[in-house]
């Protein structure tokens, strides 16, 4: 336990207030090598965690729990030396030896030579997850002290909006959250018990679903305390004694008490009972519902698929209490007997079992600071994933082709960085995109998103290098198009970047990750068509609207568009146009090649009728499952690309 003196609190503001960071990834990343500091500042109390480093999976190794900080420590803050080393003294009284250590070293007194960062001792990461503005405002000038790094956590960072967050969830909820899950997976229920008592779940997807608030245990003795005359206070050490008392030495709360602090205590405590059930019995349905649905769309006995947040399948059903009073709800769920008559036992009708046996209640003191935990691991593991792509090979198709025929251009990643523009979000923090930055052979250099990092990579594979004999000097027979991340031409910039001066066209997204190229079989039709005309620059859908990909609502604009495609007679198509089906053809999206096949023909609608003419069509079904109807033109440039570019066989 740490050093930590009983300190007043008071919600009286700094005299200064100092600007605190939220995070923003990867910048707040600490050191992979050094442990950092987390913090729950709640309404009454701080929880301090000293974390392990990556190698150790960033667990917390010491916990602690403070008082808030003295409002008067820090209104004679005036900015000097002096000053600084009595807060770095009183710093001191707040932490335990082994963080002492880590920041001070050997030494016995704080000197200013000692809180001044250096090389040997890089500055101390420190994670803050707060509920109350004011007091975080303290924590961040305490730490000022030190050479030290300190960032409030948002809500993003432990969920993502496609798993459900929401404005409005308290991070600590969320923080909870992510570490119940990581802990034990997910579907994941948290009873967080403290000065307000909040339950929040998620699904076995790693979704949120959603949960509640109400005042905690303290706050409804404190309550009954304040605002009768007659009726005692009671403290939560009372209650907690009077709960032990009666798991472990058999001696049941009346229902009907007798003694005015039993009644209080049965009646709070069974309302609580009686809720909680009720919760984890409708988080039981929600969880079965999620696993049927599963079955249904990944078959039964399937592994947990679609999950951003954990690969862990909470199968037994643990449910977690956390917070300053959750080892009361702990006991009220470690014996049948915690009420007189037994009241879980007299209300089961026809023998039927209750639900509560299939939940298993977990004691977790510390939870949030595991969520931290997860948060810090994850964008640690990212930050040397993205790194390793530097170096790599990769390919892009353009506008135009050289003398060679090649209309492929190969480069390699050079660096990662931040992108020059920003834009502030909803909290007012400036938000950066990180960009790889490619060189290409031909001596152009473009910026790249993460997103669109894959698709270069997959082509890259597809193609590979030029072929043997190709002539890389020759020069472009035809204007080539450029990148998407300057809002000025070429011609406006001095460095020979591929940019462009339109708006990009949304990327489109690959039907897996790992996914690196469709797979085709060639077909034995040979047309006799051009090789080298440019596809079709819209991705059509099928007559009766239907598409089983992500882009059915709306047509994607090719990179390639080659303005004013002239028209053709493709008689060649027309004269037996069933015999195509079961032909191959491809085509390019977003510089990516994807194959399918020609699977059923769709005849004309009769000029005669009353209907819009409608000409002949072709549906054409991906390999990653996207529907498709071409046209004549468009059939001829797809079995020619197909021919043109052969088949891509998985590795």
């Not at 007091?135 to 300190?150: D, G, H, N, Y």
């Not at 769309?297 to 300053?324: H, I, M, Q, W």
């Not at 390919?395 to 960085?417: N, T, Y």
């Not at 300057?486 to 489109?508: F, G, L, V």
Request: net charge positive; charged share 30%.
């Amino acid at each position: 336990m740490g050093k930590s003196p009983t300190l007043s609190s008071s919600s009286a503001p700094l005299v200064q207030p100092i600007p605190i960071n939220r995070t923003s990834w990867p910048d707040s990343t600490p050191d992979e090598t050094q442990p950092f500091v987390s913090i729950i500042c709640g309404n009454s109390t701080l929880t301090w965690a000293f974390h392990n480093t990556l190698e150790e999976k960033c667990c917390p190794t010491v916990y602690w729990r403070t008082a808030h900080l003295n409002p008067q420590l820090f209104k004679r803050d005036d900015g000097s030396a002096k000053n600084k080393t009595g807060l770095a003294v009183e710093f001191r009284k707040h932490i335990p030896p082994i963080v002492d250590t880590h920041v001070f070293g050997a030494q016995t007194t704080v000197t200013v030579q000692s809180i001044t960062p250096t090389t040997k001792h890089p500055p101390l990461a420190v994670y803050i997850v707060s509920s109350c503005s004011d007091e975080t405002q303290r924590i961040a000038k305490l730490f000022s002290s030190i050479p030290s790094r300190v960032y409030l956590m948002k809500g993003e960072d432990f969920f993502s909006v496609a798993e459900g967050l929401q404005d409005n969830y308290g991070v600590d909820r969320l923080a909870g959250l992510r570490g119940a899950g990581d802990m034990y997976g997910f579907p994941a229920l948290v009873f967080d018990c403290g000065t307000a008592m909040t339950y929040t779940c998620a699904d076995m997807h790693g979704r949120i679903v959603g949960g509640g608030i109400a005042p905690g245990l303290r706050s409804q003795f404190r309550s009954l305390g304040d605002h009768t005359d007659a009726l005692p206070l009671i403290s939560p050490d009372d209650v907690k004694a009077r709960v032990k008392d009666a798991v472990e030495n058999d001696k049941p709360l009346p229902v009907f008490a007798k003694e005015t602090k039993e009644a209080m205590m049965v009646s709070v405590l069974h309302g609580l009972i009686t809720k909680t059930q009720t919760i984890i019995d409708c988080w039981l349905h929600v969880a079965t519902l999620s696993e049927k649905e599963n079955e249904r769309v990944n078959g039964k006995n399937s592994a947990l698929k679609e999950s951003n947040s954990s690969d862990k399948l909470n199968t037994p059903r643990y449910f977690v209490c956390t917070g300053g009073d959750s080892e009361i709800l702990h006991d009220l769920y470690k014996t049948d007997t915690i009420f007189s008559p037994n009241l879980k036992q007299d209300t089961l009708k026809n023998g039927s079992k209750s639900k509560l046996s299939d939940a298993i209640v977990q004691h977790e003191k510390y939870l949030l600071h595991y969520g931290i935990a997860f948060v810090i691991r994850r964008q640690l593991v990212a930050r040397i994933e993205a790194v390793k792509f530097i170096g790599k090979r990769v390919a892009k198709l353009f506008e135009g082709q050289g003398e060679d025929g090649d209309d492929v251009f190969r480069g390699r990643i050079i660096s990662l960085h931040k992108s020059d523009k920003n834009d502030e979000g909803d909290d007012g923090q400036n938000k950066y995109e990180e960009l790889y930055k490619i060189k290409y052979d031909d001596g152009d250099i473009e910026d790249v998103s993460k997103d669109e990092l894959p698709a270069l990579l997959a082509l890259y594979e597809q193609v590979g290098e030029k072929k043997p004999g190709n002539d890389k000097g020759k020069k472009m027979t035809t204007k080539r198009s450029y990148g998407k991340k300057s809002e000025q031409s070429p011609a406006a910039i001095n460095s020979n970047k591929r940019k462009s001066n339109k708006a990009a066209p949304p990327a489109r997204k690959l039907a897996s990750p790992t996914r690196k190229a469709a797979v085709s079989i060639l077909s034995n039709n040979d047309p006799s068509a051009s090789h080298n005309e440019t596809p079709s620059n819209k991705r059509k859908f099928s007559s009766d609207g239907k598409s089983d990909g992500k882009l059915a609502k709306k047509k994607v604009e090719n990179i390639r568009k080659s303005p004013g495609r002239p028209k053709r007679n493709n008689t060649k198509f027309t004269e037996k146009p069933e015999s195509l089906v079961n032909t191959s053809v491809a085509k390019s999206f977003e510089n990516v090649l994807y194959y399918g096949k020609i699977t059923k023909y769709i005849p004309p609608e009769d000029k005669n009728s009353n209907k819009k003419f409608s000409p002949p069509l072709w549906h054409v079904v991906y390999d990653d499952g996207d529907e498709e109807d071409f046209d004549a033109d468009d059939l001829a440039e797809g079995i020619n690309l197909h021919k043109s570019k052969g088949t891509f066989q998985k590795n």
